[in-house]
């Protein structure tokens, strides 16, 4: 079990920050290598993601499924997935929220916390560098995220 606990900070107002967070293809946009289909008859989406551990590059397909609590700026995220060569299966769950920052400051935080469930022949690999990868696509996240932000700031 990979478990997450990060903090993003953005610079942008909670409601703006919402409304990016709340439309998952924004999100899928703000994520390299990720993919995102349209929501199904079941409320499911058909995504992918591939992943760099070090050398080796792990493709994943995966089924989606989000819930957002718009009063409380939260949601939750269970995917469920398998890497393409059939070595991994994976299961996530995520909760987020959206507040404003702490300490007086002018923009968010969003709490991220979540927990990954690895099993398969490559699991021992992704649990090596999950840490690494985590906090690499984490930061990568918030910059595109920020970018985002402020693109719709400016609009």
């Known amino acids: 079990m990979i478990e997450v606990n990060e903090t993003i900070e953005v610079a942008a107002d909670p409601k703006t920050v919402w409304t990016l967070l ?23 989406y058909d995504a992918g993601i591939v992943v760099k551990f070090g050398p ?9 499924e989000i819930e957002y609590h718009e009063p409380e700026m939260s949601g939750k995220v ?9 070595g991994a299966r994976f299961t996530t769950t995520m909760n987020f929220k959206v507040s404003e920052q702490a300490q007086g400051g002018t ?21 090596t560098g999950a840490n690494m990868v985590v906090k690499r696509m984490t930061k990568e996240f918030s910059e595109q995220l920020a970018a985002r932000c402020a693109g719709v700031n400016a609009a």
């Open 56 to 64: 080796a590059k792990v493709a994943f397909n995966a089924k989606v």
């Open 107 to 127: 923009g968010s935080s969003i709490a991220i916390k979540a927990e990954v469930d690895i099993a398969g022949r490559l699991a021992s690999l992704i649990e």
């Open 22 to 44: 709340s439309d998952p293809h924004a999100v899928v946009e703000c994520v390299s290598g990720a993919t995102l289909g349209e929501k199904n008859a079941e409320g499911v």
């Open 78 to 86: 269970i995917s469920r997935g398998k890497d393409k060569q059939g």
